[in-house]
């Protein structure tokens, strides 16, 4: 079969043998595969434990080709999406020591075949494409948990969702769209802002903009939640937007760590600081039962073919991106 390989010097396609099955493993053959930041961050070597090789990807749509057991010969010919945990655990709120992400240390869905527990599939959404499917699993999580869970976001919530234009900002956005909240967005660009105004956001930010969040705070618009992933400097500005009592939720440090945080601000207004990641197999179900209720098709920016991986990721890096980045791999 196929398979992009991560090596220390290359990244490229490669022939690798089609994954043994054991016990209550399937076969799934990948039709589309989702690009999400972590792989780049491994990629370029800024994540925890790399082991190389790797075949990266957490995100994929396919159809099952085998299964180890019997009894899961259903599986067989059927479109499945693949739940990206592996190893959750029991505590509905944090994951486990032994958790996992697909796709590095275990072989990933850039791949004509990827193996996975059979607990892992969950059938393809009839209303959904192949490619919206695939761009669900992990970024679909991360904002389903960052949102709800976290956020408690409601229609009562005024929330302001930050750099929109990123994979798991835009379900968050269309996710809180769809909760009927009063959404608000970031970004850098301001045709993903006009668009996002089109649906159904109720006002932008351009974080470009040095001005923006104190023309914001001056406006006397403030926010009872405020989703965001890109941390750094900005976080103050950040926190300066919310109503006391606010929550900032992350789920991620794409700017890296602020360099001070105003702690007397935080105190004294009873501000609530969550660090969210992914969310547990239950959450998994619920955010894709939540999809189908809502009829939410996620936003796809672009469709590479499976031999240019390499720009999809380059595409990811220049932060060029509106929505999810797929690879067409079958
Ligand atoms: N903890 C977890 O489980 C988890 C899960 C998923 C992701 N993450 C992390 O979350 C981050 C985003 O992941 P992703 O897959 O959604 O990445 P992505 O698709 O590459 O999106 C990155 C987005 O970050 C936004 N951004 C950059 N600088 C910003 C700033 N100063 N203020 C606001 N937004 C800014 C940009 O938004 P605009 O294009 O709108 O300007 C960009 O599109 C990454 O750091 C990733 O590692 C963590």
Redesign the pocket.
Known sequence: MKAFVLREHSFEVEEMPIPELNSGEVLVKIRFAAL???DQ?IRVGQYAKIQLPAVLGSDGVGVVEKVYNEEDSTWIGKTVLINPNINWGNNPHVQDKAYQILGMPTQGTLATYVKVNRDRLVEKPSYLTDEESAAIP??GL?AFNALFNKGAVTAETRVLI????????QFAFLFAVASRAEVWV????EK?LETCMKLGAKGTIN?KNPDAFKELTKSSVSFDVII???G?D?VNALLSCLKPGGKYVF?????GIPSGLNLRAIFWNHLQLLG???GSDQDFNSMVAFCERHQIHPIIDKCFDFNDTALAFDR?AA?Q??GKILVKVE
């Open positions: 999400n930041h972590r961050w992990l970024a991360t930050s750099g929109v234009g990123g994979g798991v900002a970031s970004s850098s660009k993903v974080y965001d992933s890109a750094g900005q789920y991620g440090a794409t700017n969210s990641t992914m990811m932060g991106q509106f």
